[in-house]
């Protein structure tokens, strides 16, 4: 054997002497664990993977509301789908955001607006679950469409505060530092009752938070609603405001607007609405607090990119002259004040600074609930448990019905009327005397009875007004 051959072989030994196995009773060498991902869902989907920003887009349906979260970890939330005419522009826009189905749907009040291009969306994308006031009173179409979608195996979610925090909202956790709290309502305990505008006093109002950013979702919330979450100090303070009721005159007080303190305001409204909106007076109010307001019926879709220090705002169109992609940034809750700068790509320094807002002037209620440099610093603690978004049952379970009451002790079955005892809804959260003319319009198969009166409160149900029981 030649001395290069040898010498060959000795190393080639070598290599295998130390890749032999650890003697009797040694350890196995560890190795690195995976990290863990996300519920692994089959891409159906042409929307990119996650990219560690969060981002909202308010759509241009006209005369309605439509916004989609995507979490810094792909978490997706619908936050209405708005009139029925939009249908063929969400069904074709929201593939290109989407990988998935959505993890959840929220319709913060029954009106049409606000719903009716949901069934065709889902058909198109899907969802796991879906959050809804549980208002009660409302239209037989907006029924119909929970029914359809109960059939359907969706899971219809209320607002209800955890069981073991029945005075906090939900609060669902939309990966690492994200979180989606539901400010109102808070069935059954708690509802506003506003004559002619019940379904608008108990609008869901949703804050979003990422970091030292926040945006708050309002939907159609009443001044009352508004005045309400004052009352209760809840935390309100927001980057973004997506106003109430399309800009309407009513809703967006001063009072409100000086504990949200908004840098920016997406307005989600039509052209030539006849509604007025948005009101003029809701418009200078926003301004006159230092919020950059961007219309859909002007900038068509706003879309918003969060690294949870700034909230980055592109809107579809831009006023004539400026550069096609500009850009508008927004300081985190933290900042000193409310200050814009459009940022050019075009520009030599990337930045091109926009005239400063004046600061908003500072708010007692607000400076109570925040610490030093003004970010938000209310104790969640009192808030309840955070439920992770993937926690929640998923319509891969078998569904659960639309929550009903029981079946009352000693085997009535709901449907049967009873001489005695009390009588309710499954499609509302009120129990009335049998006597009670509401009681004898519910159909058969919504009917549920209650022995006593204990019993019924105890399926957390409320007594009617019209009856009093």
């Known amino acids: 054997m030649s001395p290069r051959l040898f010498s060959i072989l000795g190393v080639l030994l070598a290599v295998v002497a130390c890749k032999e196995p650890p003697p009797p009773g ?19 989907y042409f929307g990119g993977a996650p990219d560690g920003k969060l981002h909202v887009y308010f759509f241009n349906v006209g005369q309605g509301d439509a916004a989609l979260i995507v979490s810094p970890e792909g978490h997706t939330v619908l936050v209405d789908s708005g009139p029925a005419s939009a249908a063929d522009h969400l069904v074709n826009r929201l593939p290109e955001l989407l990988t998935q189905r959505l993890d959840l749907v929220v319709l913060t009040h029954p009106h049409e607006d606000h719903h009716g291009a949901l069934e065709p969306v889902l058909r198109r994308v899907g969802a796991r679950q ?4 549980r208002v009660g009173d409302t239209p037989p179409e907006y029924d119909a469409l929970l029914a359809t979608l109960g059939e ?44 002619g505008a019940v379904v608008e006093a108990n609008s869901i109002v949703l804050r979003l938070t990422y970091g030292d950013t926040a945006v708050l979702f309002t939907g159609d919330a009443h001044a009352r609603t508004e005045a309400h979450l004052l009352s209760l100090g809840a935390p309100l303070k927001a980057t973004l405001l997506k106003v ?21 305001a997406v307005i989600s409204v039509g052209p030539d609405n006849t509604r007025g909106a948005p009101a003029p007076g809701t418009v200078k ?7 950059q307001v961007f219309r859909t019926d002007v900038e068509g879709e706003v879309q918003v990119v969060g690294d949870g220090k700034t909230l980055v705002i592109t809107p579809q169109r831009l006023p004539a002259g ?21 940022a050019s790509a075009t520009g030599p320094e990337g930045d091109v600074p926009l005239a400063k807002p004046s600061k908003p002037p500072a708010s007692k209620t607000q400076t109570s609930r925040t610490g030093s440099g003004g970010r938000d610093s209310t104790d969640l603690s009192r808030y309840g448990q955070v439920v992770d978004i993937d926690a929640l049952p998923s319509s891969d379970t078998p569904p659960r019905p639309r929550p009903e009451a029981r079946p009352p002790r000693g085997g009535t079955q709901p449907g049967a009327m009873s001489a005695g005892g009390y009588i309710g809804s499954s499609r509302t959260d009120v129990f009335h005397l049998p006597s009670c003319s509401s009681a004898k319009r519910i159909k058969r198969e919504n009917r549920v009875t209650f022995p006593t009166r204990d019993e019924a409160i105890s399926q957390r149900r409320r007594p009617a007004k019209d009856c009093n029981p």
């Open 26 to 44: 040694a350890a196995e060498p560890r190795q690195p664990a995976e990290p863990q991902q996300r519920r692994a869902e089959p891409r159906r």
């Open 130 to 133: 879906l959050l809804e006031p």
């Open 152 to 195: 359907q195996g969706m899971e219809i979610l209320s607002p209800s505060p955890p069981p073991s925090t029945p005075n906090a909202p939900l609060r669902l956790s939309l990966g690492t530092g994200v979180e989606l709290t539901v400010l109102w309502p808070r069935p059954p305990e708690e509802r506003l009752e506003v004559p």
């Open 244 to 264: 109430a009721a399309h800009g309407a005159e009513g809703p967006t007080t001063d009072a409100f607007l000086k504990a949200v303190e908004p840098r920016a």
């Open 285 to 291: 109010r926003l301004q006159a607090k230092g919020a």
């Open 322 to 342: 400026v550069p096609e992609d500009t850009r508008y940034t927004f300081a985190g809750l933290s900042s000193g004040g409310a200050v814009a700068n459009a």
